[in-house]
């Protein structure tokens, strides 16, 4: 069945075909008269529209290698009477050959209508792009409406097969901190419809999801920190297993972009899971079991690290330090105002004998030796997620916003290479070596050094995305953009270096 859509933005309206077949959904692109000079199409390769950018008069496109070796697209233009690309006079709406590309190499390409002529130049990219047409200046909150764009190329596919997908989406401002810096990190919604129905959709191999952040990764130089740490965590990150859920990963994963907002090129940025009730595979009456998901925002004075518990529970959904995620429509903060009591406030021998009901001794084993490893000071109180599924069941941790880590602070400057981080409920764990904590600890350190944390296996992976940023060239946009001066070859020795220190 196909339906015509509308989307109706301040200055802006795209008209598409929803097509429905099976369950899934494909929007189809529909060239629109109404559409404003800069949002029209001005050139597409096998239907697929290059991104424009406006401060520099690049179109880009992705294409899944360094180069293709003979590239014959079929391409179209509108608004424009002739084209010629990198010398080559080019057939409207017809396949072309191109010949040999390569990425981040300037062709240029000269647009004809009437007397006049414009000058792009057309670039490739090994990264997917991601475009979002606000039609309005985007707020901190909370989201307007928006239309996504994104091209990609699935591993192990011909490098020239890219995919194209689009929605109605719902984007704002997100951060704390961050939102002081001119690259801004946002929060992402598809929506089905302009009405702002939500859907879900697994973005890039990831998983069904409708709620996604844009990361911009500003502070970091290297741009992979978080995203490094995500893929640390996900070697060792599990739910509790009395909860029997086997095949949820407590973690957050996410896929270097490069974000285009309307129509001006924005740089890296890294598109990653929302960590929320549904990606943890909370039932719908989860609440109703005693199901919780609380985000630790600030630090409030060792309250997120468990170290005070005197403040009386909130009629709000911020308390304490604490945002609540779930339940989302009243208030639930019991449960954490028990926990915190517990760990504050039981004696020795109580939080010895107790603390295994309270919370899962493996996630607390594996989250501090985690933190430690990146030496992630944020980490250790604020910046992480704590849930539980049921009344009966204990509380486990996940990380979030990991960027002051592997080297550097939250600010970006350097971090010792020396030091021990743990919170409240770690040091009373080991204090009281509660359910024999230091020796699984020794034993699943000696365990992870010679895997999952061993110099090799993480050198592995650092450089894995080093390359994947370095063969995009997306550095050099990255420098152009935001006038910063990243020079990755020194970021990176300095990383590692750190690393082998640690």
Known sequence: MIFPLHIRLPGLMLTLLLTITSGCYKEIPVRDNALPEEARQLLSLDDVEGMVDNLTGNIMFTIGGDSLPDYAPEISFGNYSAMELAGKDIVNGAVNHLGPVVVNHPYLLLARKDQMVDTFRVLFTTLPLVHILSGTEIP??????????????????????????????????????????????????????????????????????????????????????????????????????????????????????????????????CLGEKLDEKLLHFAPDQDEKGGVLY????????????????????????????????????????????????????????????????????????????????????????????????????FFIMPWDAEGSWGRMWDGSDANTFGILENHIIYRLLATDADDFNNRVKTTWKRYRSSRFSKETLMKQIDQNYSILLKSWAYDRENLRWNVSIDPQQEYAYMTGWLEAR
């Open 140 to 269: 901190d909150e909370p989201k307007v409406l928006a239309h996504i764009q994104i091209q990609y190329c699935n591993k192990g596919e011909d490098a020239s097969a890219v995919h194209y997908f689009q929605s109605y989406a719902g984007i704002e401002i997100r951060g704390r901190n961050s939102t002081r810096y001119d690259k801004k990190s946002y929060g992402l919604e598809l929506w089905k419809n302009e009405s702002g129905k939500d859907v879900m959709v697994p973005l890039l191999g990831m998983r069904y999801g409708e709620d996604w952040i844009l990361d911009a990764m500003y502070v970091d130089q290297l741009r992979m920190r978080n995203k490094l740490a995500f893929q640390v965590w996900e070697t060792i990150g599990s739910v509790p297993e009395q909860d029997g859920k086997k095949g949820v990963y407590p973690g957050i994963r996410c896929r270097y972009v490069e974000l285009f907002l309307n129509n001006n090129y924005s740089g890296i940025y």
């Open 295 to 394: 985000k630790a925002i600030d630090w409030a004075n060792g309250s997120t690290r468990f170290e005070t518990s005197y403040s009386e529970p909130s009629s709000q959904m911020v308390w304490d330090g604490w945002e609540l995620i779930y339940p989302d429509d009243r208030p639930a903060w019991e449960p954490l105002a028990q926990l915190k009591d517990f760990v504050v406030n039981s004696g020795d021998s109580d939080f010895r004998a107790e603390i295994a009901s309270w919370f899962d001794i493996k996630n607390a084993i594996d989250y501090y030796l985690f933190i430690n490893l990146l030496l992630a000071y944020d980490n250790a109180g604020k910046n992480t997620f704590l849930a539980r599924y049921t009344g009966q069941g204990p």
